[in-house]
């Protein structure tokens, strides 16, 4: 199947400062990615999709001043947390979904990567 | 909305049993409902695919199938194994988002 990178899988920062997360589909075009949080024993929350050469698509409820993203190319998407606080902390999970072949629109995801905030 | 439920939230089976995760869903206008597995502090991993068009799907042990009429889906494990322990989520695509469920926590014990 296809593959979904994501970088850092493990981040830690001071409270007010920016992290940036990548999200990378290896061996597939994606012009559409999704990034996604997940707090402990809970099911994925959406925040936002992100579209290759346009502006990304936010959940209600997500300040699209704080979480940045940038779909660069057709392979990149970056998820930056700006200003950080200790209430970002939180599994934060790409996913790309494939726009060919057998499996048309199955989604493929990154590893994740852990956000704590101090 | 589409709002997708998982029925039961979690279970604990001992080793070699067959169960059944279910899936249910508000709106049958869906393109494909997908079977992902997450282990701990890890990202999720597919399972099963199923198009609208299907009614099931099978791999190895597990085998879900897709009644969208009925807005459910359910995953069957068979001979259950230790290393089956982990969270099963169910996510329905509608074409332009996936919706996922609330997630079945599975415990087999050996």
């Known amino acids: 199947g296809a593959v979904v990178s994501q970088h850092p899988s493990w981040v830690i920062c001071k409270s007010g400062t920016s992290v940036k997360i990548e999200c990378r589909s290896l061996d597939f075009q994606a012009t559409t990615m999704f990034w996604y949080r997940q707090f402990p024993k809970q099911s994925l929350m959406l925040m936002a999709t992100s579209n290759e050469g346009s502006k990304a698509t936010y959940e209600q409820g997500v300040e699209k001043d704080k979480f940045l993203i940038n779909h660069a190319s057709l392979t990149l998407s970056t998820l930056t947390v700006t200003s950080a606080h200790p209430e970002d902390s939180s599994f934060y999970i790409c996913?790309?979904?494939?726009?060919?072949?057998?499996?048309?629109?199955?989604?493929?995801f990154g590893p994740g990567t852990r956000l704590t905030v101090l | 909305k589409q709002e997708v439920t998982q029925i039961p939230a979690a279970l604990s089976v001992p080793e070699g049993e067959n169960l059944v995760l279910n899936c249910s869903f508000t709106?049958?206008?869906?393109?494909?409902l997908q079977w992902f597995r997450q282990d701990p502090g890890k990202g999720l991993t597919s399972l099963l695919l199923i198009q609208s068009s299907q009614r099931e799907q099978t791999s190895g042990r597990l085998n879900a199938s897709l009644d969208k009429s009925s807005g459910r889906s359910t995953l069957y494990i068979a001979a259950s194994q230790p290393g089956d322990s982990a969270t099963y989520l169910c996510a329905g695509f509608t074409g332009n988002q996936f919706y996922f469920g609330t997630g079945t926590s599975l415990t087999v014990i050996p």
């Open positions: 709106d049958s206008a869906i393109y494909n």
């Open positions: 996913s790309a979904p494939s726009t060919s072949g057998r499996a048309l629109y199955e989604q493929f």
